[in-house]
């Protein structure tokens, strides 16, 4: 395998919707690997990503690939990209093959290496059986790996995905995040998510977005001392649970007898008769987004 070394800078990016600030001056550079953008909706994710991929423009900063400034509306940046969209924008009546030959096509892949990508990404996505079936019989799950398939035409170096997982079954799941880490070695992969466990299962970097800014990045130990001294954990009666439950960020419950519960909690001071405990990336979205109804 030749490795690629590639690297992704972005510098004081920001952009608006009217009166609404999606994103505040964001800057970062992303190298090989897998990148988890974590955070509520409206926090900035999907703008994110479609500046980098050119869907949108930025309202002011700019883009470096390996030192250069680019315009997203170069091919040669262009060429380097695949994007897995959330939004399952399928051809209903297309066979699985007639769609990623359409998307080849439109990516400018030669007709004679068509083909063979084609049935190598339908392959890597489990879907090789299915080639012949119309998209408008797929289920959710299979459509996602359909959009995924088509993402990794043309062996793009910058690959991003929206929402991955979601519709996959729990075997689907660990089959994408064993094709992601081996996608990882020679390129630059971001997923946007809102779901804690796919970036603890996929990332190997964790950005936390919120309002447009990013409030926390680095590997799960950084990014969970971010919420160090506001994670505890406590046994409590019935009627004490019920009562932290109208107060409090509750992480985790256990049940632990017939009048006793197990209460994990976020919060800025410990309560009487809790103890502190090792934060997870589950707490530390707590600890963010601690003041935000989902």
């Known amino acids: ?12 990016i920001k952009k608006s919707y009217g009166k609404v ?11 090989n690997g897998v990148y988890g953008l974590l955070g509520a909706n409206g926090a900035g994710k999907t703008t994110l990503m479609n500046i980098i991929t050119g869907n949108l423009r930025a309202d002011s900063g700019e883009m470096l690939v390996n030192g250069e400034k680019v315009q997203t509306s170069q091919k040669s940046y262009r060429s380097l990209l695949g994007y897995m969209p959330q939004q399952q924008t399928l051809y209903p009546d297309f066979t699985l093959e007639r769609f990623l030959l359409y998307i080849a096509a439109a990516k400018d892949i030669p007709a004679k290496t068509a083909v063979g990508q084609v049935e190598e990404m339908m ?6 059986s299915e080639k012949n079936v119309r998209l408008k019989n797929f289920s959710g799950g299979m459509k996602q790996r359909a959009l995924l398939a088509q ?10 995905l929206d929402e991955p997982s979601a519709g996959l079954d729990p075997k689907e799941r660990i089959r994408m995040k064993n094709l992601i880490a081996e996608l990882a070695m020679d390129r630059i992969i971001i997923l946007a998510t809102h779901i804690v466990q796919d970036v603890e299962m996929l990332a190997d970097k964790i950005l936390i977005m919120k309002d447009g800014l990013l409030m926390a ?3 799960h130990e950084r990014v969970c001392e971010n919420a160090a001294g ?11 649970y019920d009562s932290i439950k109208k107060n409090m960020q509750i992480s985790q419950v256990r049940r632990e007898g ?16 809790f103890t502190s405990v090792k934060p997870s990336i589950e707490d530390v979205y707590l600890y963010y987004f601690k003041d935000r109804a989902e």
């Open 217 to 219: 990045d680095g590997d």
């Open 21 to 31: 600030q999606a994103l505040k001056d964001f800057s970062y550079t992303f190298e």
């Open 258 to 273: 017939e009048n006793s519960i197990s209460v994990r909690i976020v919060a800025d001071e410990m309560p009487h008769g």
């Open 230 to 240: 506001h994670t505890f954990e406590g046994v409590v009666s019935v009627e004490e």
């Open 151 to 160: 993402a990794l035409l043309g062996n793009p170096l910058i690959l991003l």
């Open 1 to 12: 395998m030749n490795l690629v070394n590639m690297e992704l800078t972005l510098k004081n």
């Open 123 to 128: 392959e890597k996505v489990n879907l090789g």
